[in-house]
């Protein structure tokens, strides 16, 4: 099944406590964004991939660091979790990247993150 | 940079009811739009897909049309039941993709 995997799907940590959400997805899309989705705020994007060691920052990145080193994969890491960070965040990915594509996005089921 | 609003906020319907729900673009340079369906704590689901070229498409209860030059969208649901009862998105796909916050539903039996 084409699918968008997250871990967790739930986590509650510590402020500072270093963690790793994983994403993979099995349909070798090129494109895979992280987004948090806030109450009233909608979903917004925190890191994007372009391809394969190709990362650029979104909306929101601060605090937020990624990795592209294999097409499946793009973990979001908190180097030093903070409780404003505790949100939904999804993980997606496209064929191609939004600029020229015609293709939509595929989401994970989501990771809920609460930082005390 | 693209802005996408959705109105009304929230929506409370009988069952049984047609709706309509409302997603405005502000840049009409757009490749698709993408509706979504999201259930409480839960990922998102899509809906329809409608490239830029197209009016609307269809999947059974539900109805969307695009028109991009005035920047709009609508999703028609026809006939509610208390199973469509989530939160609908609608995302604009141009150089990146942005979305709306949501129109919350809630079908009563």
């Known amino acids: 099944e084409a699918q968008v995997t997250q871990n967790p799907r739930y986590l509650i940590t510590v402020t500072g406590k270093k963690l790793t959400v994983t994403c993979s997805q099995n349909?070798?899309?090129?494109?895979m964004s992280w987004y948090r989705q806030d109450p009233g705020l909608g979903l917004r994007q925190i890191y994007y991939s372009m391809n394969v060691e190709v990362t650029d920052k979104g909306d929101v990145p601060e605090g937020y660091k990624v990795s592209r080193k294999e097409k499946r994969n793009f973990p979001l890491i908190l180097e030093s979790p903070s409780p404003n960070q505790t949100s939904l965040y999804f993980c997606a990915s496209s064929l191609r990247p939004p600029k020229g594509g015609d293709y939509g996005y595929t989401f994970g089921s989501g990771t809920r993150l609460t930082v005390v | 940079k693209q802005e996408v609003t959705q109105i009304p906020a929230a929506l409370s319907v009988p069952e049984g009811e047609n709706l309509v729900l409302n997603c405005s673009f502000t840049?009409?340079?757009?490749?698709?739009l993408q509706w979504f369906r999201q259930d409480p704590g839960k990922g998102l689901t899509s809906l329809l897909l409608?490239?830029?070229?197209?009016r609307e498409q269809t999947s059974g209860r539900l109805n969307a049309s695009l028109d991009k030059s005035s920047g709009r969208s609508t999703l028609y649901i026809a006939a509610s039941q208390p199973g469509d009862s989530a939160t609908y998105l609608c995302a604009v796909r141009g150089n990146d993709m942005r979305f709306g916050a949501g129109t919350r539903l809630t079908v009563k039996p």
């Open positions: 409608i490239q830029s070229s197209q």
């Open positions: 840049d009409s340079a757009i490749y698709n």
């Open positions: 349909m070798n899309h090129e494109y």
